[in-house]
């Protein structure tokens, strides 16, 4: 900071500041630290040794030149975690044929071998046995029934001679139904045998019976039978076993091998152990010394592979088939986080806006793993990986990163020679912590801001800053306003900000500044001497003392609820206010203590004058009554407003005389430079309570005087009210009884008019109506006599039609009728009739009877003629008894009233 300018009083320059963007330089980050683009981050490999020696560079733009240290990371740490197997058939002898299918980049698989199960086999070779393989329930039984031995011929022999000797009957013991869906099953001379469904009879005597079994147990699929085992293999079943011994070219003594889909034959002699599992639930399953693993889509599988020692991870895709001897340490692992482990295999995924690392064993140096990216990372190569998420300050591994940001201030320390760095905003800054200390960052929020030993300072509009120069003293003031100042810590000290227009006194440095408000006097001492200063802005050496400024302005002190004893002793207290002003500020000054002392002082020397005064009055001329003026009424015949008048006069210049006294005495404050401008006396209280009654009761009882006097005229005047009320009312009611007179009589006549008229109306009305009823009603009796004749005219007309038709149907019935029904029919109507004839008890008419006689060819009564009836009930047609039958006896005994026999 360049200083010039003409010397002061004293003999030193006046401060003077050039506009500089920076008074004190500040060396910049060098070669260790660098920096990336805002926002972005990327893996960086640490120096080179020989970048280590390279001069420091003095300015933090150069530091683009080592942006060549940040290197992607390797391929060989990068991993496809979304990678899936998927399988393709190819053909690799060139003939057009698919023979293998591929399994990724390098893993080729016979056509034959992906058929049996489509497993990935990672390159091993798995062996089948199919030998004991049957496809129907014949072969199955064939195979079950060979055996290395024969059965019993003699058991056959006797069985066959009991058969003979027994008729039959052994054979039938020997007997049994075998059910559909099961096998028969027997033991013939300790083998056990199978027999297909059906009648089956065992001959041999060394022949049992045992329990039938099922054909297909689901819920047994592996039935192990004497020395055979049944081995069903469903779909979507993995079946295996022991083999015992060698058989046939290929095959060795206790290999395990798979068997494929289908039903087998085992034989004991030739497997053990064997097992079946269903490929399904489960991701990890066994059968014996094989596992079978599904990797699913958010998995990732892996195993150590034992020839080689190497691990391998496995991808979702066909399931695998791993053999323990090609494969250990099998695991399934989720990708449920970003951090996980697999084998010997630390997995990362680094998200945006987080940055991973890891330590390289190799040679100690860190990776780092930038984000958007899955990494693998052998732990035989590398430590536990550090994660973080980014932030625009955080610690990864050995490396300090921070982004600075617009609107902060951020800089770090170097440890080799500790100078102080600062860094540019905008960017992001990668430092090593060998090298660097950790940095600091801070928010450029005020005019002031401190980042490590830098002081930044913007001169604020209405402030005052300053510092002292270490290299000679010299205290600096700062004025640019549109200029930064970069102050270290090394180079200035004592920074000092205060507001310029303060009434305070403050420190600036040397000097003292304060500005005295309008209304103040300031008071500066100088080797003993008081100055009296006007208005304004002062700055002046630290040589001067600052006293607190004296205001010269008007004050009004309030003299409230002071008690006291008039001089006929009774006790008030009074109210008086008075104004005053320093007139002479510098004998004020001299005053031997604090303003506010003097202000009290001449407050209670006022307070003094008042009550001195105020005791040398009686109560009736501070304070009086109208018991006390009264006499002015009854002497002077004064009315109550001239006694009101006289009363306000009174009062009003025993305060002028109580005032101008109170000046008076008080003129001597003169002496300390205060001015009293007036005394104004308030009023008067009183304060004794005995006193205070009586006058209320005085009060009282003239106000209750008053009252009835009041009350009296009160009355008077209501009474005179009332009978002019009631003179007004009176007309008011026979002007109204009139009127409503009147306008009744015009009602009535209009009523009486409207009635006529109305009845006349009506009459006509209800004329016409009945008419016009009486029609209606004889239309609708008529309509109604009609309707019912012709209701009952088909009515009629309905039943005789349906007793019509109900006869003819009858009719027609009968006439088909068969011949001996019809006889039938006329003997049940006879008996019928002489049922009822018999059991009645009426007198038979010789009239009627001879009218029957006579017209008996031409009556029927019900299917016979009248002369049949007659003739079975014995009476002769032509005057005849017939044979057999009642007589004339029985016509007489009928004829007299006599019941039928």
């Known amino acids: 900071l360049p200083i010039s300018g003409t010397p002061t009083s004293d003999g030193s320059p006046t401060p003077t500041l050039h506009r500089h963007r920076r008074p004190c330089r500040v060396t910049r980050c060098s070669s260790p630290p660098?920096?990336?683009?805002?926002?972005?981050?990327?893996?960086?490999?640490?120096?080179?040794?020989?970048m280590a020696s390279a001069p420091p560079q003095t300015d933090v733009e150069d530091m683009s030149l080592y942006e060549e240290r940040i290197v992607a990371a390797p391929g060989a740490l990068l991993s496809d975690f979304d990678r899936v197997v998927s399988a393709t058939k190819v053909d690799t002898t060139g003939d057009g044929k698919y023979d293998h299918v591929q399994l990724g980049e390098d893993n080729l698989v016979p056509l034959s071998s992906w058929r049996e199960g489509q497993f990935n086999l990672l390159g091993q070779e798995l062996k089948r046995d199919d030998t004991h393989l049957v496809h129907s329930n014949e072969e199955l039984i064939r195979a079950f029934n060979?055996?290395?031995?024969?059965?019993?011929?003699?058991?056959?022999?006797?069985?066959?001679?009991?058969?003979?000797?027994?008729?039959?009957?052994?054979?039938?013991?020997?007997?049994?139904?075998?059910?559909?869906?099961?096998?028969?099953?027997?033991l013939s001379t300790a083998r056990h045998m199978l027999v297909a469904p059906g009648v089956r009879t065992l001959t041999s005597t060394t022949?049992?019976?045992?329990?039938?079994?099922?054909?297909?147990?689901?819920?047994?699929?592996?039935?192990?039978?004497?020395?055979?085992?049944?081995?069903?293999?469903?779909?979507?079943?993995l079946a295996g076993g022991y083999r015992i011994g060698q058989h046939g070219e290929g095959s060795q003594d206790q290999e395990f091998v798979l068997f494929s889909q289908g039903r087998h034959i085992l034989p004991e002699s030739k497997y053990y152990g064997v097992t079946i599992i269903h490929l399904g639930g489960e991701q990890v399953m066994k059968l014996g010394p094989l596992t079978v693993m599904y990797v699913k889509e958010g998995h990732l599988g892996g195993a150590f592979r034992r020839r080689t020692g190497r691990y391998e991870i496995m991808y979702p895709g066909p399931p695998y088939l791993l053999h323990e001897q090609e494969f250990e340490d099998i695991v399934i692992v989720k990708r449920d986080s970003n951090v996980f482990r697999i084998g010997p295999y630390q997995c990362v995924v680094v998200l945006d806006g987080q940055l991973a690392g890891a330590y390289s064993k190799a040679d100690g140096t860190f990776q780092i793993l930038s984000p958007g990216h899955s990494y693998k990372l052998h732990t035989k190569d590398f430590?536990?990986?550090?994660?973080v998420t980014r932030t625009t300050q955080f610690t990864l591994g050995p490396y300090y990163f921070i982004t600075t940001m617009a609107g902060h201030e951020a800089g770090v320390y170097r440890r080799h020679d500790g100078q102080f760095l600062r860094l540019p905003t905008g960017k992001t800054f990668m430092l090593n912590c060998d090298a660097f200390k950790p940095p600091v960052q801070v928010i450029r929020d005020s005019h002031i801001t401190m980042c490590g030993p830098l002081t930044l300072l913007t001169v604020a509009s209405g402030t005052l800053n300053g510092a002292y120069r270490i290299s000679d003293g010299v205290f600096v003031e700062f004025q640019e306003?549109?200029?930064?100042?970069?102050?270290?810590?090394?180079?200035?000290?004592?920074?000092?900000?205060?507001?310029?227009?303060?009434?305070?006194?403050?420190?600036?440095?040397?000097?003292?500044?304060?500005?005295?408000?309008?209304?103040?006097?300031?008071?500066?001492?100088?080797?003993?001497?008081?100055?009296?200063?006007?208005?304004?802005y002062y700055k002046v050496p630290c040589e001067y003392n600052i006293y607190d400024p004296i205001p010269v302005?008007?004050?009004?002190?309030?003299?409230?609820?002071?008690?006291?004893?008039?001089?006929?002793?009774?006790?008030?207290?009074?109210?008086?206010?008075?104004?005053?002003?320093?007139?002479?500020?510098?004998?004020?000054?001299?005053?031997?203590?604090?303003?506010?002392?003097?202000?009290?002082?001449?407050?209670?020397?006022?307070?003094?004058?008042?009550?001195?005064?105020?005791?040398?009055?009686?109560?009736?001329?501070?304070?009086?009554?109208?018991?006390?003026?009264?006499?002015?009424?009854?002497?002077?015949?004064?009315?109550?407003?001239?006694?009101?008048?006289?009363?306000?006069?009174?009062?009003?210049?025993?305060?002028?005389?109580?005032?101008?006294?109170?000046?008076?005495?008080?003129?001597?404050?003169?002496?300390?430079?205060?001015?009293?401008?007036?005394?104004?006396?308030?009023?008067?209280?009183?304060?004794?309570?005995?006193?205070?009654?009586?006058?209320?009761?005085?009060?009282?009882?003239?106000?209750?005087?008053?009252?009835?006097?009041?009350?009296?005229?009160?009355?008077?005047?209501?009474?005179?009210?009332?009978?002019?009320?009631?003179?007004?009312?009176?007309?008011?009611?026979?002007?109204?009884?009139?009127?409503v007179a009147k306008a009744q009589a015009e009602v009535r006549k209009t009523e009486v008019e409207t009635e006529s008229l109305a009845r006349v109306r009506q009459a006509e009305a209800d004329n016409e109506i009945r008419a016009a009823t009486e029609a209606t009603n004889i239309k609708v009796a008529a309509d109604k006599l009609v309707r019912e004749a012709e209701a009952k005219a088909q009515a009629l007309t309905a039943i005789t039609e349906a007793e019509y038709n109900k006869k003819m149907k009858e009719n027609e019935a009968a006439s088909h009728m068969p011949t001996q029904e019809f006889e039938l029919k006329k003997l049940e109507l006879e008996v019928a009739m002489l049922e009822k004839i018999g059991t009645?008890?009426?007198?038979?008419?010789?009239?009627?009877?001879?009218?029957?006689t006579q017209f008996a060819d031409k009556l029927r009564i019900g299917p016979m003629t009248a002369g049949e009836t007659l003739t079975r009930l014995g009476v002769a047609v032509d005057g005849k008894d017939a044979p057999g039958k009642p007589g004339a006896a029985a016509s007489a005994a009928m004829a007299k009233g006599g019941a039928f026999p």
Request: glycine share 8%; net charge neutral.
């Open 34 to 50: 660098i920096h990336l683009p805002a926002g972005s981050f990327g893996p960086v490999r640490p120096r080179p040794a020989a």
């Open 146 to 186: 060979t055996h290395s031995y024969g059965g019993s011929g003699i058991g056959r022999t006797l069985g066959t001679l009991l058969t003979i000797g027994t008729l039959g009957g052994y054979s039938l013991g020997r007997r049994r139904t075998v059910p559909p869906g099961y096998f028969g099953h027997y």
């Open 207 to 237: 022949d049992h019976w045992r329990e039938d079994i099922l054909m297909d147990d689901e819920a047994n699929p592996n039935r192990r039978i004497g020395d055979k085992t049944i081995l069903q293999v469903p779909e979507n079943h």
């Open 383 to 387: 430590q536990d990986v550090e994660m």
């Open 481 to 536: 306003q549109e200029s930064q100042y970069v102050l270290h810590d090394k180079e200035y000290h004592g920074l000092v900000t205060v507001p310029k227009y303060s009434s305070e006194k403050q420190a600036f440095g040397p000097y003292q500044i304060i500005t005295i408000r309008e209304g103040f006097r300031g008071v500066f001492e100088r080797e003993g001497k008081i100055e009296m200063k006007e208005p304004g």
């Open 553 to 739: 302005k008007i004050f009004t002190e309030v003299l409230s609820d002071h008690l006291f004893l008039t001089k006929d002793g009774i006790a008030m207290d009074v109210k008086a206010n008075i104004t005053w002003h320093v007139g002479e500020p510098h004998k004020v000054a001299k005053f031997p203590g604090r303003f506010s002392d003097l202000r009290t002082l001449v407050v209670q020397r006022a307070t003094d004058n008042v009550i001195r005064l105020v005791k040398t009055f009686n109560r009736g001329d501070l304070l009086p009554t109208t018991q006390d003026i009264r006499h002015l009424m009854d002497a002077e015949k004064m009315t109550d407003q001239e006694i009101k008048d006289y009363a306000m006069n009174s009062s009003k210049k025993l305060a002028e005389d109580l005032s101008a006294a109170c000046l008076a005495e008080l003129s001597s404050v003169a002496l300390l430079g205060v001015t009293i401008d007036t005394v104004t006396f308030e009023g008067f209280r009183l304060r004794d309570e005995a006193i205070m009654q009586d006058l209320a009761n005085i009060t009282k009882s003239e106000l209750a005087t008053k009252a009835e006097r009041v009350q009296g005229k009160l009355a008077i005047a209501k009474a005179e009210a009332d009978r002019k009320t009631r003179e007004t009312q009176a007309d008011a009611d026979a002007f109204v009884m009139l009127k």
């Open 840 to 852: 009645a008890a009426w007198k038979y008419p010789d009239v009627y009877t001879g009218f029957l």
